[in-house]
């Protein structure tokens, strides 16, 4: 628990120092998740045509995945690193939710293993991006490295078990 949390306040404290930094890694953590999920629609669209089955089974791992994110955050209720060190962090949050394990990550594996399950190359391309998103998380100081992981392994497990069961 120490090391990860000396690496969440590493990588926040190096976030703080440059301005640019700073703005990009708020847009990372806060609008980019929503430039993912449009760029899997329209990748449903233009790329794939999915089969309705398909969408269906994005649709419902991503929503499994965040009602058990829910579910575990409120009931292990971990504080977030700004909470423990009482610094403001680089954003405001929307919802006052516990940290582990983290939402945002949790959503964009889980859209990035929906992808990857039916087209790897870009399921590839879209866990670069949902490992953007994670990392921002912990550059603008409301997430731990275990909260991202615990998101990661959550949305990619719940995914992957509704593409097996669906697609």
């Known amino acids: 628990m120490q090391l990860d949390k000396k690496f969440a306040e590493k990588i926040f404290s190096l976030t703080k120092q440059s301005t640019s930094l700073s703005k990009l890694a708020i847009f990372g953590a806060t609008k980019f998740v929503w430039l993912l999920s449009a760029s899997v629609l329209l990748w449903e ?3 794939k045509h999915l089969e309705k089955h398909s969408a269906l089974a994005l ?3 991503i929503s499994i995945a965040w009602i058990f994110q829910l579910a ?3 009931l292990l209720n971990r504080h977030r690193p700004f909470q423990q060190n ?7 949050l929307m919802w006052r939710t516990p940290s582990f394990p983290s939402g945002h990550t949790t959503i964009s594996c889980a859209l990035a293993a929906g992808v990857f399950a039916q087209d790897p190359v870009w399921g ?3 866990f670069v991006l949902a490992a953007l998103i994670a990392l921002s998380r912990i550059a603008v100081g409301v997430h731990y490295f275990s909260d991202i ?5 959550l949305g990619i497990g719940v995914a992957t078990v509704v593409a097996r069961l669906i697609v």
């Open 45 to 47: 669209i233009l790329v």
């Open 59 to 61: 649709i419902i791992g």
């Open 72 to 74: 575990i955050a409120y």
């Open 86 to 92: 009482h610094e403001k962090p680089l954003l405001e």
């Open 124 to 126: 590839s391309i879209f």
């Open 149 to 153: 992981i615990g998101g990661a392994v």
